[in-house]
């Protein structure tokens, strides 16, 4: 019987959870960047309400289709240590109240003293909104009503107050955004150490010489098979190591042999030379599930501290990766 070879590159085992939950951070990322400029201000306008009276903006029109979401933005202006309590409407066009909110603003001042030094803090909220994601589209009308008005030192007072009243379109959700980036950029991470650690270890021989053998049981139907060689050398090695792999059947005969040029990466701490690593990785499909033998060896000999032959059964990968199919024909 004799074995047919065929080398190519393939992207059939990618696993692409890893690039799905890539593709989602970066989705996430770029929905960040690009938010801005999707907004755009409808009505930007300062108003002035009475104690029980409420005050209605023009009306602003709303997209079911528009990406993000309306929000409405009301800044109560007041004097230092006075608070107010307002609310912010959205009507219809018949004039129905379809979402309202209260919020109780206040601003304070004062005086620090520390280690003899000292200064003023002027601290405040007075910041109330909303936003409204429409289900057709429509026009909105904003009001704001003016509910309490007085000073900390619980003095009601009797005069309108300024709001500067904001309105916005194409408005997302910062907070959300950041978190969906963040969670699916830690489950990319995952997906991703995930996929290079998946697969059966099936031999993990490693000997202080240059000629590792190892044998397994491997391969079938869409599987793939994972063989990598790690090397150490001492500091005679050369810049490239020749990596010699042969693959056997159950019954011992060769069915793959090829050698390979690596390159040495040398490590140097303080100028003094630390180690040399170098690298190999194959990958095969073989027809069908077996016993099949792997054997290394690294030329020239004489440098190598160390040689580990790996070999992994049901192996995935991120990129696409050539793979050596070897397959039976009579």
Same mark, same amino acid.
């Given at each position: 019987?004799?074995?047919?070879?065929?080398?190519?590159?393939?992207?059939?085992? %990618?696993d692409? =959870?890893?690039?799905?939950?890539l593709g989602?951070?970066l989705?996430?990322?770029?929905?960040i960047?690009?938010s801005?400029?999707? $907004?755009?201000?409808? +009505?930007?306008?300062?108003?002035?309400?009475?104690?029980?009276?409420?005050?209605?903006l023009?009306?602003? $029109?709303l997209?079911?289709?528009s990406?993000?979401?309306?929000s409405?933005?009301?800044?109560a202006q007041?004097?230092?240590?006075?608070? /107010?309590?307002?609310?912010? $409407?959205l009507?219809?066009?018949?004039?129905?109240?379809?979402?309202?909110?209260?919020?109780?603003?206040?601003?304070e001042?004062?005086? =620090?003293?520390?280690?003899?030094? !000292?200064?003023? =803090?002027?601290?405040? &909220?007075?910041?109330g909104?909303?936003?409204?994601?429409?289900?057709?589209?429509?026009?909105?009308?904003?009001?704001i009503?003016? +509910?309490?008005?007085?000073? %900390?030192q619980?003095? &009601?007072?009797?005069?309108?107050?300024?709001?500067? /009243?904001?309105?916005?379109?194409?408005?997302?959700d910062?907070g959300?955004? =950041?978190?969906g980036?963040?969670?699916?950029?830690?489950? @990319?991470?995952?997906?991703?150490?995930?996929?290079?650690?998946t697969?059966k270890?099936v %031999?993990?021989?490693?000997?202080?010489?240059?000629?590792?053998?190892?044998?397994?049981?491997?391969?079938?139907?869409?599987?793939? /098979?994972? /063989?990598? *060689?790690e090397?150490?050398?001492?500091?005679?090695?050369?810049p490239?190591?020749?990596?010699?792999?042969?693959?056997?059947?159950?019954?011992?005969? $060769?069915?793959?042999?090829? !050698?390979?040029m690596?390159?040495?990466?040398?490590?140097?701490?303080?100028?003094k030379?630390?180690?040399a690593t @170098?690298? +190999?990785?194959?990958?095969?499909?073989?027809?069908?599930? @077996?016993?099949?033998?792997?054997?290394?060896?690294?030329?020239p000999?004489?440098? %190598? &501290?160390?040689?580990?032959?790996?070999v992994?059964?049901?192996?995935?990968?991120?990129?696409? *990766? &050539?793979?050596?199919?070897?397959?039976a024909?009579?």
């Open positions: 019987m004799e074995e047919t070879i065929k080398s190519q590159k393939t992207g059939k085992f %990618i692409w =959870w890893a690039h799905i939950a989602a951070f989705l996430s990322f770029l929905t960047i690009a801005p400029f999707f $907004q755009r201000t409808l +009505l930007y306008k300062t108003i002035t309400a009475s104690d029980d009276e409420v005050v209605k023009a009306p602003v $029109q997209s079911a289709n990406l993000g979401a309306m409405v933005d009301a800044e007041i004097g230092i240590n006075e608070w /107010v309590t307002f609310e912010i $409407q009507l219809d066009e018949s004039g129905k109240i379809i979402a309202a909110g209260i919020k109780e603003g206040w601003r001042t004062g005086t =620090w003293y520390e280690d003899g030094e !000292s200064g003023t =803090w002027d601290e405040s &909220d007075t910041l909104g909303m936003d409204v994601k429409a289900k057709k589209d429509e026009k909105l009308t904003v009001a009503a003016l +509910l309490e008005y007085g000073t %900390i619980g003095k &009601d007072i009797d005069k309108p107050v300024p709001f500067r /009243v904001t309105v916005k379109s194409g408005v997302m910062a959300n955004l =950041w978190f980036a963040i969670g699916s950029f830690f489950l @990319a991470i995952t997906t991703m150490i995930v996929a290079k650690k697969g270890k %031999i993990n021989e490693k000997i202080p010489d240059s000629d590792p053998t190892g044998r397994a049981t491997v391969g079938g139907e869409n599987k793939l /098979v994972y /063989v990598k *060689v090397i150490e050398a001492d500091e005679t090695t050369p490239q190591l020749e990596v010699c792999l042969f693959v056997n059947d159950a019954y011992g005969e $060769q069915i793959f042999a090829d !050698s390979a690596v390159n040495v990466s040398v490590t140097k701490d303080n100028g030379f630390k180690n @170098a690298n +190999l990785n194959k990958y095969f499909v073989f027809p069908q599930t @077996a016993s099949y033998g792997f054997h290394v060896e690294v030329h000999d004489e440098p %190598i &501290d160390k040689t580990k032959l790996i992994k059964d049901g192996a995935r990968t991120l990129f696409p *990766v &050539d793979v050596v199919e070897i397959g024909t009579t």
